[in-house]
């Protein structure tokens, strides 16, 4: 308006109305009003950032070209930083790695593996299912990566523990009944007089009712939620038989079991990329640019300047403005630095997890076509503790099933073995709860210990205590900053790796905006 005064607020607002939040950001620092944290939600750096700055973006080093180094590239990119990744690995992606016939699995202390998959048939040795609630899905929408359901939990999947195998349906039934029944008895007996009134003791029984289908009186004598030795059609079909006593269901210990996906990081549905996990790595290596990323790296030195960064590797060394490392924590412990005794104590605080996996290729589906399971997981006390059947192919010749999934001492008990005895123990520990037709059709195998992987050596880390050390690295020393899923409360999930790239994106681009 002709004669009004511009306030700072009028000033704030149109500079945001044209450039964008990134170069209302950089007004707010340039008038002093910049907050110290960002508080609200992560907004990818762009080039319009630095048209009040008179400067451009910087040079950025990444060291690692995982799901968190290649996020932290590709979020950076699209503010133009020069971002170069170092990957001691032959390829992208880290432990988001999925294995396809002709590809070969390097081992230290152990044989390569050939992967001798047919076509189309593919094994996710690292992640394998994402949370509908995690940044992950944002990024395969936001990349045109198209998913499709990963079945987390099916009634129709097993319970093995103690010896005995029922369905999961089977064993949830019983629980839930019984669980039901003993709450009902001290309701009525008046055992909740002092804790709820008589009509809320009315509203619970009915509700128990209803969750443990418990029959006159209150008791669990089974139910049909146990599932049949043959279904209804024509006729009524036929019930299994009569659930075991309350110790005998106690004593089968299924608690576990059947609680095992009521976490908050788990969900039903959950998701996974069409064709493989690694499509993320692909779409996510396109958008930072191949040429970016220089494989067979291994990082040597870092050294932290006033003015950069320089980090040499094996076969070269380059200088930039800033450094993201970007590689496991026991990893990045073991590198020359000059960042201080503090780094180093930090980065040797988490502890590396063992974890494994067995693929098994079938070339028939008969956990299909006998079991009637269409994906879902098996829950185990074996050492091989989880079966994954799978979400995808169904109907398909041919199929990979996860014939274990385990952590800690079970992995490293796996570890400990070569690749034909990893099989042959999986087999017959699967041959427990499926028979003799998990032992028939097997075409091929591949197996991972992630303890045992180059330059990784760990399926992911375990803090001791969410410490000092924990805060201490999720703040830069000095030039040097540091990301991935072991600096968030989402540890194993590639949504840490991405949240934590993204936290170390915002923090490196403010400091650059503000910077002389």
Known sequence: MEGAALTRRGLLVGIGAVGGAGAMYAA??????APSEQDKQFAAPRPGDFSLSGKGA?????????VAGLTAAYELGKAGYDCTLLEAREKAGGRNLTLRGGDRLAELNGPAQDVRFG???YFNAG??????????????????IPIETFVNNNAAAYVNTNGRTVRARTARADMYGYIAELLAKATNVGALDRAISKADQETLLEFLRRFGDLGPKHRYEGSERRGFTKYPAIDTGTPLDAPGTLHQVLAAGTGRAITNDFGYEQATPMFQPVGGMDAIVTKLT????????????KVTKITNLADGVEVAWEGGGLKADYCIAALPPHILAKIPHNLGAQVTTALGTPIPVAAGKIGLEYGRRWWELEDRIYGGVTETDLDITHIWYPSHGYHSERGVLVGYYNTERNAELYAALAPEDRRRRALTQG???HGDKYRQNLLSSVSIAWDRQPHIQGGWVRWPDFDSS???????????????DWLTHLIAWQAGAMESARSVVTQLHQRVLQSA
């Open 28 to 33: 707010m620092g340039a008038l002093g009003l």
């Open 127 to 144: 992640p394998g299912r994402i949370a509908p609630w995690m940044v992950t899905l944002d990024y395969c929408r936001e990349l045109g």
């Open 431 to 433: 041959k427990k709860i």
């Open 119 to 121: 076509e189309g048939v």
């Open 58 to 66: 910087a040079k950025v080093v990444i060291l690692g070209a995982g």
């Open 470 to 484: 924990f805060t201490f690295l999720q703040r830069p020393a000095g030039r040097v900053y540091f990301a991935g």
């Open 286 to 297: 396109e958008a930072v640019g191949r040429d970016r990323i220089r494989t067979g790296a």
